[in-house]
């Protein structure tokens, strides 16, 4: 049985614990308003993003004359490359881990559309597991979560696109976790490359007078629509990581608060238990002296 100092050394070490997880929980939930506030303005931009570029692709895809832009167009299933994208720190959850339950679910369930899948990584989480598991690792975006910035969502999306118009690549997919609210994220594998655009409705997809070219508006948006979706990729893990780390957080400080009243208990009933074998040592004495 554990001394009196004993328990209350460790009541004091789950408090510190307490403070500590407590503390976590408040920086994630000031650090999950403002990134989900980013994609709250991110979305509109995205949506009308998409439509357009879904009416135009859909115009040029009609005219049997019209060459199709290089990044519309399907290529035979070779080679897919996976953006696997993961945080950089843990104490998130099952964050992470989930993440890498899907790409492994992708894996297995596109292991005989494709000859090879490559793999490339997002945050030190995704890049640790891989490496621990043998598994090569094409290229490895390092600090990306800190200071995310649109500059670094294009720089990524550049590299992507230059690599599948070099015939490097065949498809190229995101793995993310969606953010839906603070206590849910939904792991989605997005086809980035080559880029399907939304349907249109039949009389949304009217043609109009392009200046300078049609050809020349897909040119300027097919790249921004690849940076677009990579940038709102990274908005969406960044939010529900901190969701995540929140409620991981929360939990952690309610099992504390749990352990203390535990640890409390037993630190009384041990307190009780040693006086009262005190006041019988005391008046077993005093019968011997008489």
């Known amino acids: 049985m554990p001394s009196l100092r004993d328990i209350r050394t460790r009541i004091t070490s789950v408090k510190s614990t307490r ?50 832009h290089p990044l519309l167009a399907a290529r035979q299933a070779r080679l897919a490359e996976v953006v696997v994208i993961t945080s950089d720190r843990g104490l998130a959850g099952g964050f992470n881990s989930n993440i890498i339950r899907r790409v492994q679910r992708f894996i297995t369930e596109s292991g005989d559309t ?26 490895d975006w390092v600090g990306v979560h800190q200071g995310l910035t649109y500059a670094k969502a294009e720089g990524i999306a550049q590299e992507l696109v230059k690599r599948y118009l070099a015939g490097e ?27 399907q655009p939304p349907a249109v409705e039949a009389e949304a997809a009217i043609d109009f007078i392009y ?29 529900s990581e901190h969701g995540a780390r929140m409620s991981a957080m929360e939990s952690a400080t309610k ?31 005093a019968e011997a002296l008489k």
């Open 19 to 68: 403070q500590i997880t407590k503390a976590m929980k408040m920086v994630a939930a000031a650090k999950l308003r403002r990134a989900q506030d980013a994609v709250l303005k991110t979305r509109p931009y995205a949506i009308l993003l998409d439509k357009a570029l879904g009416r135009v692709a859909a115009r040029a895809a009609a005219e049997e004359s019209a060459t199709l």
């Open 114 to 139: 494709w000859e090879r899948i490559e793999l490339s990584t997002i945050g030190r989480k995704a890049k640790d597991f891989l490496r621990a598991r043998k598994l090569a690792v094409r290229k």
């Open 169 to 195: 690549v065949d498809s190229v997919f995101l793995c993310y976790n969606e953010f839906k609210s603070a206590i849910a994220q939904v792991q989605v594998v997005v086809q980035l490359l080559p880029i």
């Open 211 to 239: 200046e300078p070219s049609r050809e020349a508006l897909l040119a300027e948006l097919l790249p921004r629509h690849v940076a677009m979706q990579v940038w709102r990729a990274l908005l969406e893990s960044a939010a």
């Open 255 to 285: 099992n504390a608060e749990e352990m203390i009243a535990a640890l409390t208990l037993q630190y009384n009933r041990a307190r009780q238990a040693y006086v009262t074998k005190e006041l019988m040592e005391i008046v077993g004495g």
